[in-house]
């Protein structure tokens, strides 16, 4: 009996260990830290259809009055600055290859990642080095669009989807539609925005933490007021319009969740209790 126990112990023990050691690292930041913003979200809205059998499947872009990218870093700003300790340098970045490439490695390998912590790229964090030197920055927050499976599924598989915006699906066509549409609803539209808010320590690149807007498992709530007499195919603002408080929505809430667990925004508890402060759990 005694013996049983002691592996038991062993064993627990040596899985908290485990478990310890693939944590991210939990920062306290001290009072001036330099915070760089890096956006690089696009102006552009999506539209995904999808159908069964794969018929009549497409994906088109288009031009909205939105205006995301300044909403995200507006939202993301108000944030950090309840936590008055910090100073927020926006980062640009001009070059169409220098964004394509963080991206990539920075938002959505690191968003994607089998690893706990994920795996930086070496290519991104030599990037993100080079942007972010001139503004002497001590942590880095890049938010941006990536593709990737989505809550949306045909069948077991996850739909895969980049950017946000709107998410049609019709599960059934031609006569099987006429038949079936009056008693059950084969069609639906959700607004969907695939983001992703990334924090990383400087010097080296360490990652800190991160938050995503569309994740495994969200309640998927379809939007009721969709006009399906519109054209599918060439949508006309006032459908796509539908989508965008949603998507505002999803937005605002990773941004809290990522600066919540990475610490560089007060959780709702430590406002409600203190007023002021750091808070949050420790990064995941």
Same mark, same amino acid.
Not at 207 to 233: M, V
């Given at each position: 009996?005694?013996?049983?126990?002691?592996?038991?112990?062993?064993?627990?023990?040596?899985?908290?260990?485990?478990? *310890?050691?693939?944590?991210?690292?939990?920062?306290?930041? =001290?009072?001036?830290?330099?915070?760089?913003?890096?956006?690089?979200?696009?102006?552009?809205?999506?539209?995904?259809?999808?159908?069964?059998?794969?018929?009549?499947?497409?994906?088109?872009?288009?031009?909205?009055?939105?205006?995301?990218?300044?909403?995200?870093? %507006?939202?993301?700003?108000?944030?950090?600055?309840?936590?008055?300790?910090?100073?927020? /340098?926006?980062?640009? &970045?001009? %070059?169409?290859?220098?964004?394509?490439?963080?991206?990539?490695?920075?938002?959505?390998? &690191?968003?994607?990642?089998?690893?706990?912590?994920? =795996?930086?790229?070496?290519?991104?964090? #030599?990037?993100?080095? =080079?942007?972010? %030197?001139?503004?002497?920055?001590? &942590?880095?927050?890049?938010?941006?669009?990536?593709?990737?499976?989505?809550?949306?599924?045909?069948? +077991?598989?996850?739909?895969?989807?980049?950017?946000?915006?709107?998410?049609?699906?019709?599960? $059934?066509?031609?006569?099987?539609?006429? &038949?079936? @549409?009056?008693?059950?609803?084969?069609?639906?539209?959700?607004?969907?925005?695939?983001?992703?808010? /990334? /924090?990383?320590?400087?010097?080296? /690149?360490?990652?800190?933490?991160?938050?995503?807007?569309?994740?495994? @498992?969200?309640? $998927?709530?379809?939007?009721?007021?969709?006009?399906?007499? *519109? %054209?599918?195919?060439? $949508?006309?603002?006032?459908?796509?319009?539908?989508?965008?408080?949603?998507?505002?929505?999803?937005? +605002?809430?990773?941004?809290?969740?990522?600066?919540?667990?990475?610490?560089?925004?007060?959780?709702?508890?430590?406002?409600?209790?203190?007023?002021?402060?750091?808070?949050?759990?420790?990064? #995941?």
């Amino acid at each position: 009996m005694l013996r049983c126990s002691i592996a038991f112990l062993t064993c627990t023990m040596f899985f908290f260990f485990i478990f *310890a050691c693939t944590k991210s690292p939990k920062f306290a930041f =001290t009072q001036g830290t330099r915070v760089g913003i890096v956006n690089l979200l696009e102006s552009e809205a999506t539209h995904t259809n999808f159908t069964s059998f794969g018929q009549n499947n497409f994906t088109k872009t288009y031009a909205v009055s939105w205006q995301i990218p300044s909403y995200a870093e %507006d939202k993301l700003i108000t944030q950090l600055k309840k936590n008055t300790d910090l100073t927020v /340098v926006k980062i640009k &970045v001009s %070059d169409p290859s220098k964004q394509k490439a963080l991206r990539l490695n920075m938002i959505e390998r &690191v968003l994607l990642s089998e690893t706990a912590p994920p =795996t930086i790229p070496p290519e991104g964090a #030599r990037l993100m080095e =080079t942007i972010s %030197d001139p503004e002497n920055v001590e &942590v880095v927050i890049i938010i941006g669009s990536y593709f990737g499976p989505s809550p949306y599924k045909s069948g +077991e598989n996850p739909i895969f989807l980049e950017g946000y915006g709107l998410f049609t699906r019709i599960l $059934l066509r031609g006569i099987f539609e006429k &038949v079936f @549409g009056g008693l059950l609803s084969f069609r639906k539209a959700y607004a969907f925005a695939q983001i992703g808010v /990334v /924090v990383f320590r400087l010097q080296p /690149v360490i990652y800190i933490g991160s938050a995503k807007t569309s994740s495994k @498992g969200r309640p $998927l709530r379809p939007l009721n007021d969709f006009d399906w007499n *519109a %054209d599918i195919n060439d $949508l006309p603002e006032s459908e796509l319009d539908k989508a965008k408080p949603k998507i505002e929505q999803y937005i +605002e809430e990773a941004i809290k969740n990522a600066l919540q667990v990475t610490n560089l925004a007060p959780s709702e508890a430590s406002l409600e209790d203190t007023g002021s402060g750091i808070g949050g759990a420790p990064a #995941r």
